[in-house]
T-cell receptor, first 112, second 110 residues
Framework: IAGITQAPTSQILAAGRRMTLRCTQD?????MYWYRQDLGLGLRLIHY???????GKGEVPDGYSVSRANTDDFPLTLASAVPSQTSVYFC???????????FGDGTRLSIL | GQSLEQPSEVTAVEGAIVQINCTYQ??????LSWYQQHDGGAPTFLSY????GLEETGRFSSFLSRSDSYGYLLLQELQMKDSASYFC???????????FGQGTELSVKP
């Protein structure tokens, strides 16, 4: 079934550890996005990529990095996790940058 | 910058009609979108308005007035399964990035 796969589905992590959240899509979408969702704050864009090989910063990029080596994969890395990064992380993709976005099921991350 | 306002909660009864409003402030405007999210799951795209007027998709309609920086999502013949959070979102100046509102939690009662 075509779509977006995120891994892991949930994770508990000690502060200071490095963590990579994985996102893979098989729809050949050019654009991909990472959001975090916190209670009362809706979805906030962390980083995005309009096409393979390019990335850009969203609203809340600090403490996060991304790469887009190919069309399908868009991993999000927390270099040194902090408790304020406890959140639900959603990956999304769209055929082009101005098209409707399709979301993965999310990764629930707790930093202790 | 961009900011959006929508009510935090709305309650309605099964079979009724409900309207969820969204006002926005943007330095550039490239369309208003609506997304639905059930129980913290994956948000799903509902509708997009790039021009003024009403867009209808089945029981759901979305309206936009660019002169008023205002839009709404209209849900008709409400069903229990419509209980969810609804987010409006505007496109950033760059055209691709979405800025989301904080979401409206809709509760449909029997």
């Amino acid at each position: 079934i075509a779509g977006i796969t995120q891994a892991p589905t949930s994770q508990i992590l000690a502060a200071g550890r490095r963590m990579t959240l994985r996102c893979t899509q098989d729809m050949r979408h050019n654009a991909m996005y990472w959001y975090r969702q916190d209670l009362g704050l809706g979805l906030r864009l962390i980083h995005y990529s309009n096409t393979a090989g390019t990335t850009g910063k969203g609203e809340v990029p600090d403490g996060y990095s991304v790469s887009r080596a190919n069309t399908d994969d868009f991993p999000l890395t927390l270099a040194s996790a902090v408790p304020s990064q406890t959140s639900v992380y959603f990956c999304a993709s769209s055929r082009e940058a101005n098209q409707p976005q399709h979301f993965g099921d999310g990764t629930r991350l707790s930093i202790l | 910058g961009q900011s959006l306002e929508q009510p935090s909660e709305v309650t309605a009864v099964e079979g009724a009609i409900v309207q969820i409003n969204c006002t926005y402030q943007t330095s550039g405007f490239y369309g208003l979108s609506w997304y639905q999210q059930h129980d913290g799951g994956a948000p799903t795209f509902l509708s997009y308005n790039g021009l003024d007027g009403l867009e209808e998709t089945g029981r759901f309609s979305s309206f936009l007035s660019r002169s008023d920086s205002y839009g709404y999502l209209l849900l008709q013949e409400l069903q229990m399964k419509d209980s969810a959070s609804y987010f409006c979102a505007v496109r950033d100046l760059g055209g691709g990035k979405l800025i989301f509102g904080q979401g409206t939690e809709l509760s449909v009662k029997p």
